[in-house]
């Protein structure tokens, strides 16, 4: 083309030869511009080659970014730190000058006001050696009891247990707003309520997935388990990250001991406090040596309503007696040990409502019992001596949607109950004792935001809370934030007169205190992770930065304020005055707060929320490699690929036994039929790798996956319809004139699981149960009716059997038989819905399940006696035992419909279906034949 170009006259003066040397010189010009054009040429080709190259590599490059874009948006991932929070002298001060920037002087003024406990005391009030009140701050309480409820939702705490719960909330709300006028009757009925301690019932939001042993792990942590989470060993449940658990076990006990309480009783010193629990063994298998008196049950048996119960209710009240607080005068002056930490797991809630559902009169029972336990547990705490404060936080795990399953994120499953209940004794001697633990700081000084921090309660932020209530360092892994509403103020700030106006507000500067050691330490851990791991987005730590610096600039302007009156009143009158400017540190309590909210919801963003636009996009990216991987396919894909989708099938229905004929002779037809055998081949192949595949990563990795917990008919029916489908593509391709077989098959196997998935809803003891289609007079009827047809189509077959030999499957008796139990089963269905009360079915239903029973002994007799028997026709024989299992399988089915309910019927039909679809698909043979690990994925 460049000679063309460079020869035409309108291009290029060129002079014409008309001499013969004229004519030798064009000629060699001619030629050395054909040499450049060789050279340019060569070079062309180089880079056309390279270009080649470049498009080879990618698809393959495109194809592993969208999976590695998709991979880090679904599979959820946190990297697990073996970091512990410190309980030494001077940590809680070093977290807040290296997070918050605090200055040496301000946490020396700190500690002087007894804001802060991280130092030594030497032995005063008859405490021989160091000792300290608490880790980071002052321990509120002397002991505490946990009782987690499986599967207690808010409206069965507020609406269901009026024994324990219900009767101490009306007391609070009818003590509430009573005024000096206020009559005698209202007076005592305050002082009862006052004797009875102080009660709040919270709404405890669960984060997905709500199933129990990823929420014990965030109850401990107070971190969010994800879908994946990365930690050193793989070997057991046990958790390996920083835990309140760990923290009460390890911590020493003169680090963290209450004052007032160790005075009256000597043998802490010798004997310190141990941690006891009863009940679902999850927690054994997260903390397997943490525990001193342990008693685990197992939590396997759905239907097991009682077993564990029944273990928490034996023991339980022998380990109230030996509490700290608790303990008589007698139990003191023995040497055995004593409980500053009681677990309790009741199981049965959660079983009933898997095995009844949430409306039914079993769960009433259940909760009747939980509450009648509760309410002797809480009296217990309510006799405390009033010089010892105990709390008791009655909370589920999770809820339970309608049908009586959890794992989701629905509402039902994320909101369950929260009661906290503290003994008369965490109140001093304040008049005001119903009303001072659960009112205080709200946030609403810097706006709606902080307000709805402090009136939302996560699951996590019971974590910070229970750590700083019995003296605790926070776990260092932990981003919930602390509830201030459960903290009761300091046991000597409660011991002080109520007169005093130094002391009026110091319940807020030490919610303050707290409050900044949380956030500092919550700084701490997103700080550290963003170093190892760029999961968090920099942009949003940024912001979180600037908040927490914000609160800071509060906090420090209120404590130089604190410090300057103090130090001018000190000066003056030679005691320290009232220097609470309280509006300060409530401002910097909201914002520590807000700081604490929005760093939870990071969390959830980024460990719990699936990324879904990168999820798309990752898909996205991988289709497009796989479109642009089309022109680069092989020769014979594209061959194979132009075959299926040409008109012609001439040749793809030649069977495989001729097609290795023409293959073995010689000619095109012979190529055609090795590539045909080599498409087959390639078919099967990928047949087989899809089952496996499909199989492993249902049966090894899902498993392991919360997601698979949500999502488990879901993942099986897409498993199906992919394995369907492959058959079905080889099938409508491949015809085979040799056997009848149906191309429609492998959809219709899809197809039924599809329906009982969508059609086939509600739990069978559910009083909404006849809302559900699935569970309507006509479904039902018209099951049967089918079931019938069944029956009598798919297994019945009297052209080669005699009328009356009682030992063939398909003699007009048995047949008799199967229908006159479906008819009495119909029957059945009638009379208990008919208005006619003295109709309930029994006889009837009785009559249909003895039938049935008959069937089925007759069914395994036939089976036993085909297997014993020996000579004839090897195929009749075969032919008779697969009719005598059909038989067996439908009469199994017939039994389940009895037992579970109408509904049932509806699957039964479905599962017929695909029982004679696959069995007609087993006898395929030829082109259509079914691998043996294909075929074993789909039963």
């Known amino acids: 083309a460049i000679l063309l170009h460079n020869s035409c ?344 409502g898997h095995t009844y559902g949430p409306n039914d009169p079993h769960m009433n029972s259940k909760l009747h019992q939980m509450d009648v336990s509760l309410a002797n547990t809480l009296g217990a705490i309510d006799n405390a001596p009033s010089d010892s404060c105990i709390v008791a936080l009655v909370l589920g795990d999770h809820g339970m949607t309608e049908d009586g399953n959890h794992g989701g994120g629905t509402s039902e499953e994320m909101n369950a109950g929260l009661f906290a209940h503290f003994s008369p004794g965490c109140d001093g001697d304040d008049d005001d004792a119903a009303t001072k633990i659960i009112d205080g700081v709200d946030g609403r000084e810097i706006g709606l935001d902080a307000a709805r921090a402090f009136e939302s309660i996560n699951q996590i932020d019971l974590v910070p809370t229970i750590s700083l209530l019995l003296g605790l360092p926070i776990p260092y892994a932990n981003i919930g934030g602390l509830v201030p509403a459960l903290l009761p103020k300091p046991r000597y700030s409660r011991q002080s007169s109520p007169s005093d106006p130094s002391k009026t507000d110091e319940g807020t500067l030490h919610i303050a205190t707290a409050l900044a050691l949380n956030a500092a330490q919550v700084w701490r851990y997103l700080h550290e992770y963003s170093k190892s791991s760029r999961d968090l987005p920099s942009d949003q730590l940024k912001e979180l930065k600037e908040l927490l610096d914000s609160a800071t600039i509060v906090y420090r302007d209120a404590l130089s304020y604190s410090q300057m009156v103090t130090e001018s009143e000190s000066n003056l009158n030679g005691e320290s005055g009232n220097y609470q400017d309280s509006t300060a540190f409530r401002q910097a309590c909201g914002l520590f707060k807000l700081f604490l909210a929005q760093s939870t919801d990071l969390g959830k963003r980024v460990w719990t929320q699936f990324n879904e636009a990168g999820m798309m996009m990752g898909i996205g990216i991988m289709a497009l490699a796989w479109v642009l991987v089309v022109p680069l396919w092989t020769r014979d894909v594209r061959e194979e690929i132009v075959r299926i989708f040409s008109a012609n099938h001439a040749l793809i229905n030649v069977q495989i036994e001729s097609t290795k004929e023409i293959a073995a002779s010689p000619g095109k037809e012979a190529h055609d039929a090795k590539t045909l055998m080599q498409s087959w081949q390639h078919l099967h192949r990928i047949e087989v790798a899809a089952a496996v595949l499909l199989m492993t990563f249902q049966c090894a990795i899902l498993t392991f996956s919360n997601s698979y917990i949500e999502h488990e008919r879901e993942v099986v029916t897409f498993s199906l319809s992919v394995l369907s489908l492959l058959i079905l593509r080889r099938w409508y391709f491949a015809q085979s004139a040799s056997v009848e077989s149906p191309v429609y098959l492998p959809v219709l196997v899809a197809i039924c699981s599809r329906l009982n998935d969508v059609f086939v809803t509600g739990h069978g003891l559910d009083p909404s149960i006849r809302l559900h289609p699935a569970h309507h007079s006509f479904a039902f009827m018209t099951s049967l009716v089918l079931l019938v047809y069944i029956r009598l189509q798919w297994i019945g077959d009297r052209s080669t059997q005699p009328r009356y030999s009682f030992g063939i499957t398909s003699t007009p008796i048995s047949e008799i038989t199967d229908v006159f139990a479906m008819f009495c089963l119909a029957l059945t269905w009638w009379e208990k819905r008919s208005r006619d009360h003295s109709r309930n079915g029994y006889i009837i239903a009785r009559a249909a399940i003895g039938f049935f029973f008959v069937g089925m002994v007759h069914s395994i007799f036939c089976i036993l006696r085909d297997k014993n028997q020996s000579g004839g026709n090897v195929g009749n024989r075969s032919a008779t035992r697969v009719k005598n299992t059909k038989l067996a399988l439908f009469r199994g089915m017939m039994l389940l419909v009895m037992v579970t309910g109408p509904s049932c019927s509806s699957t039964a039909v479905l599962v017929l279906l695909q029982c004679a679809s696959i069995c007609k698909i087993m006898e395929s043979f030829g082109s259509k034949v079914v691998d043996a690990p294909v075929m074993a994925a789909l039963w």
């Not at 880079?47 to 590599?57: G, K, W």
């Not at 500690?111 to 005063?124: H, Q």
């Not at 021989?128 to 002052?138: A, E, H, L």
Request: charged share 25%.
């Open 9 to 352: 006259p309108s291009n290029r003066k060129m002079k014409i030869p008309k001499t013969s040397q004229e004519t030798r010189d064009f000629n060699k010009s001619m030629l050395s511009e054909s040499n450049d054009f060789g050279v340019h040429s060569t070079a062309s080709q180089g880079h056309l080659q390279f270009f080649r190259m470049l498009f080879r590599l990618l698809p393959p490059f495109l194809l592993s970014v969208g999976l590695a874009l998709f991979t880090k948006s679904f599979f959820l991932s946190r990297t697990s730190f073996d970091h512990r929070s410190s309980c030494d002298y001077g940590s809680a001060g070093s977290l807040l000058t290296s997070a918050l920037g605090l200055s040496e002087k301000e946490v020396q003024f700190m500690r002087r006001e007894g804001w802060l406990s991280d130092f030594a005391r030497d032995g005063d009030r008859g405490v021989k050696g160091d000792y300290s009140d608490g880790c980071w701050v002052s321990r509120r309480v002397d002991s505490m009891v946990i009782l987690v409820v499986d599967a207690l939702r808010f409206d069965f705490a507020r609406d269901h247990l009026p024994l324990s719960i219900g009767s101490r909330l009306s007391e609070g709300q009818q003590s509430h707003g009573v005024g000096e006028g206020e009559s005698s009757h209202n007076q005592q009925r305050k002082q009862k309520h006052r004797a009875r301690g102080s009660s709040q019932l919270f709404q405890f939001v669960a984060d997905p997935p709500t199933v129990t042993m990823q929420r014990l792990k965030g109850l401990t942590t107070g971190g969010l388990p994800t879908f994946a989470d990365i930690s050193g060993s793989f070997g057991g449940a046990s958790i390996d990250e920083d835990s309140w658990v760990e923290q009460l076990k390890n911590v020493p006990w003169n680090r963290r001991r209450h004052l007032l309480v160790n005075a009256s009783d000597g043998n802490h010193a010798l004997n310190p406090p141990q941690i006891a629990f009863v009940g679902d063994d999850t927690w054994v298998d997260l903390f397997p040596t943490q525990f001193d008196d342990s008693h685990p049950y197992p939590s396997f048996n759905t239907r097991d309503l009682d077993t564990v119960d029944n273990g928490c209710l034996m023991h339980l009240p022998r380990l109230l007696k030996r509490m700290v607080g608790l303990k008589t005068e007698r139990d003191r002056s023995t040497n055995s040990s004593s409980f500053e930490l009681i677990i309790s797991h009741f199981l049965g809630v959660d079983h009933v």
